[in-house]
């Protein structure tokens, strides 16, 4: 498949680039800055120099799905998180492209209930209900507290998970989740809420 990276550069957005790319996909790496395009291209993917603030309407195009993993880290969640996820979803049905899948955050059902990073939450929610309202065929996964732990290969997903349970995860497992749905049926046009578990992270989506 040829994918389009959103947040190539980012934390979560490298493991997924190296993990699409050891898979033998094409990866058109979404980044902001030309600086950045040698990393991009050793962990296997094509540099695209576009910025979710500006005009992404050719990004998606001759592409078989999206992968949104980017972010603002807290300081333009309204441009990025909310405005320019909106963009590129909507910029992704223009192009014809049917599969969608977006990096959310536990917590984005119901921003006002968080007791912190309640505007980065609202953010997410906005681009959640979009995509949600679009033709696409999307998945959106919404992990708990991410980390720079090692990364175990399992976890636990439900469209609903418990709060009282283990609330964080590996970031390398993330991305590997993220990669997985592209390929997971039952992954297909639902919410996912995602933390540590015990169970492997295929084994765990195809459950849903």
């Known amino acids: 498949m040829t994918i389009l990276l959103a947040g190539a550069h980012g934390a979560v957005g490298q493991h997924i680039l190296k993990q ?10 979404m980044i902001r800055d030309e600086d950045q395009s040698d990393l991009i291209r050793s ?8 910025d979710l603030t500006g005009d992404v309407s050719q990004a998606p195009e001759d592409c078989d799905a999206v992968i949104f993993a980017a972010g ?12 320019g996820a909106i963009a590129l ?15 959310s955050s536990i917590g984005a059902d119901a921003p006002e209930e968080a007791d912190q990073l309640q505007d980065y939450l609202r953010a997410k929610h906005k681009a959640d209900e979009h995509l949600k309202g679009t033709s696409l065929t999307y998945t959106i996964l919404r992990p ?3 980390t720079n732990g090692a990364a175990t290969g ?6 609903s ?4 349970g283990p609330m964080e995860n590996a970031r390398e497992d993330v991305a590997a989740a993220l990669v997985a749905t592209l390929t997971i049926s039952e992954t297909e046009r639902a919410i996912i809420e995602m933390t540590s578990g015990d169970t492997p992270i295929r084994e765990a989506l195809a459950s849903l």
Not at 20 to 29: D, F, I, K
Not at 154 to 159: D, G, L, S
Not at 161 to 164: C, E
């Open 20 to 29: 699409l790319s050891q898979a033998g996909h094409t990866v058109r790496a």
């Open 43 to 50: 962990l296997g993917g094509e540099p695209l120099v576009s």
């Open 72 to 83: 603002s880290g807290g300081e333009a969640v309204e441009d990025v998180d909310r405005d």
């Open 89 to 103: 979803i909507d910029a992704t049905v223009a192009s014809g492209v049917s599969r969608f899948v977006m990096l």
């Open 144 to 146: 708990t507290t991410l």
């Open 154 to 159: 399992t976890i636990h997903v439900a469209p």
């Open 161 to 164: 998970i418990d709060r009282d």
